[in-house]
C-alpha cells in the first residue's frame, strides 16, 4: 500500500519524460549549433581608438560592440558572437572586435552583414575658416576642423522627415538626429559655448552639412541636410539606427569553418557522451543493483530534461557545450553514488527499506547540496568572467548542476520508495546493497 502512494508522481515523471523526448527529438525544433559546430565565419577588425580622450576607450568599445550586435541581428544571423578584446602587454595595446557569425560560411556575405556602418562625427569649423567650400564635394580640409567629443556613440535615434519637420513633400528631405542623455547635455553644451560659429556633420569622414549655430540647443536633437532623394535620406537613417560607429574599424582577418568540420566536432562530442553514460550505467547497475538501476534511469531522464531545455531557452551547443553536458552527467552520478552509500549504511544498522531510503537522502542531502552550490558558483564565474567559448561551457555546466539536483534528489527517491523492497528478505538485501558477493547476515534484522 505504501508504494501505491508514489505511483500518481512515477506516472507525472514518466509523462514528463516521454513528453520531454517527443518535443527535444521533434524535427521542427533543431538544436542551435555554435560556429565550431555548425561552421561559418570568424571575423576580426582593428579598432582605432587613437583619437579617443585617454580612460574613454573602454566604453568606447562597449558601444561598439553592441551597434555590431543590433546591425547583424538585423539581417536575421542565429546567435552571433561579438566580443571585444585588447592586446596584451608584448602586444601594442590595440584594441579588436571580433565577430563570429554561425552558419555563415560566405566571407564576403559575413563582411556585408557586418557593412560598412558610418561613423558619424560633429565638428567645429575651427575660426577664420569656412566649410561652404568643401561641401560640394565633401572633401573637407582636416585642418579646418576641431573635434567636439560628439559622435555616433551618443546617437539614440534617427528619422527621415522633409525640411523641418513639416509633411510638405516639396521640401528637401533631411534626416533628424536624437541623442541619449549624455549626448543631449553635450550638444547642449557645444551649442551654447559656439554660437555664430560653423558644425561640421561628418559621415566616414565625408562633411555632409555644416550648418550656422544659432541658438543653445538642448532639447537632444539636430537635423542633418545636404544634397539627399527621399531613398539616400532613408537609407542614412536606417544605417544610423543600425548603429553609427563610435570608433572607426578595419578588417584585418577572416577565417571560414566548414561545415565537414563542425559535424566531425559534433559526432565526436555525441559518441563520447555515448561511451561515458553506458559506461557509467554498466558500474552503477554492477556495483549498486537496485539503487544503480533507478540512478540510471534518473540519469536517462536527466538528459532527455537537458535536451529540451537546449532546445526550449535555446542554448548555443559548442565543444566546449557539450564537455560541460558530460561533466554534469557525472557529477550526478556522484549524488546517486552518495545517497546509495547512505541507503546502505542504513540498512546495515537493520532499518526497514522505506526508513533507510529516507534516512539515506536526507544524511546525502548536506553533502550534495554543498558540493553543487560550489560548482555552482563555479560555473556563475566562468560566465561572468570568460570569453564565448567559456560562457558556452559554464553556460551549460550550471544548467546540468540544477537539473541534476532534481533527478538526484527527487526522481531518484520517488522511485526507490515506489518499488516498496522489503530489505529483510534476501532478494531485498542483495538489490539495495552494493558490492558484488551479499555478506554474511544480510536479510537480517540485527
Not at 565550431?36 to 562597449?62: C, F, I, Q, W
Not at 577565417?255 to 558500474?283: H, K, Q, Y
Not at 560541460?324 to 546509495?340: R, T
Amino acid at each position: 500500500m505504501f508504494a501505491l502512494r508514489y505511483s500518481a508522481v512515477l506516472i507525472l515523471i514518466t509523462a514528463a519524460l516521454i513528453g520531454s523526448f517527443v518535443y527535444f527529438a521533434h524535427g521542427r525544433f533543431a538544436f542551435k549549433l555554435g560556429l565550431d559546430l555548425s561552421g561559418g565565419t570568424h571575423l576580426v577588425y582593428d579598432a582605432d581608438t587613437t583619437k579617443l580622450p585617454s580612460g574613454g576607450e573602454g566604453d568606447a568599445m562597449n558601444a561598439l560592440q553592441q551597434v555590431i550586435e543590433r546591425r547583424v541581428n538585423a539581417f536575421g544571423v542565429g546567435e552571433p558572437v561579438v566580443q571585444t578584446q585588447k592586446g596584451g602587454a608584448l602586444g601594442n595595446g590595440a584594441y579588436r572586435l571580433i565577430v563570429e557569425l554561425p552558419g555563415v560560411t560566405d566571407v564576403n556575405q559575413a563582411v556585408a552583414m557586418i557593412g560598412q556602418t558610418p561613423t558619424l562625427e560633429f565638428k567645429l569649423v575651427k575660426q577664420g575658416m569656412e566649410a561652404s567650400t568643401t561641401l560640394a564635394t565633401g572633401e573637407a580640409n582636416p585642418l579646418a576642423f576641431e573635434d567636439t567629443g560628439l559622435t555616433g556613440k551618443y546617437l539614440a535615434s534617427a528619422a527621415l522627415q522633409f525640411g523641418n519637420g513639416s509633411n510638405s513633400m516639396a521640401s528637401s528631405p533631411t534626416v533628424l538626429v536624437n541623442f541619449n542623455d549624455d549626448g543631449s547635455k553635450l550638444f547642449s553644451d557645444i551649442t551654447k559655448a559656439h554660437v555664430g560659429r560653423e558644425l561640421g556633420i561628418f559621415l566616414d569622414g565625408k562633411l555632409l552639412s555644416a550648418p550656422v549655430i544659432q541658438e543653445e540647443i538642448d532639447n537632444g536633437s539636430a537635423v542633418i541636410s545636404g544634397n539627399f532623394t527621399a531613398q539616400s535620406a532613408k537609407d542614412l537613417a536606417t544605417n544610423l539606427n543600425l548603429g553609427a560607429l563610435p570608433v572607426p574599424i578595419t578588417l584585418t582577418s577572416t577565417e571560414s569553418i566548414g561545415a565537414t568540420l563542425g559535424d566531425e566536432a559534433a559526432r565526436a562530442g555525441v559518441m563520447a557522451g555515448i561511451i561515458g553514460f553506458v559506461v557509467l550505467a554498466a558500474f552503477m547497475i554492477l556495483w549498486y543493483r537496485l539503487p544503480g538501476v533507478v540512478a540510471v534511469v534518473s540519469l536517462a531522464i536527466y538528459v532527455v530534461l537537458m535536451l529540451a531545455l537546449f532546445k526550449l531557452i535555446p542554448v548555443v551547443l559548442t565543444a566546449a557545450g557539450i564537455a560541460g553536458f558530460i561533466l554534469s552527467v557525472g557529477l550526478a552520478v556522484d549524488a546517486n553514488v552518495l545517497i546509495a552509500e547512505r541507503m546502505k549504511e542504513e540498512l546495515n544498522e537493520g532499518k526497514q527499506a522505506t526508513t533507510a531510503i529516507r534516512e539515506g537522502f536526507s544524511r546525502a542531502w548536506s553533502a550534495i547540496r554543498d558540493s553543487n552550490i560550489a560548482h555552482i558558483i563555479a560555473a556563475v564565474i566562468l560566465f561572468w568572467f570568460g570569453t564565448s567559448l567559456i560562457k558556452g561551457f559554464a553556460l551549460v555546466f550550471g544548467l546540468g548542476v540544477v537539473v541534476s539536483l532534481l533527478s538526484a534528489i527527487t526522481i531518484s527517491r520517488t522511485f526507490l520508495l515506489a518499488l516498496g523492497m522489503n530489505a529483510n528478505s534476501r532478494a531485498g538485501a542483495f538489490l539495495l546493497r552494493s558490492g558484488f558477493p551479499i555478506e554474511r547476515g544480510q536479510g537480517l534484522k540485527k
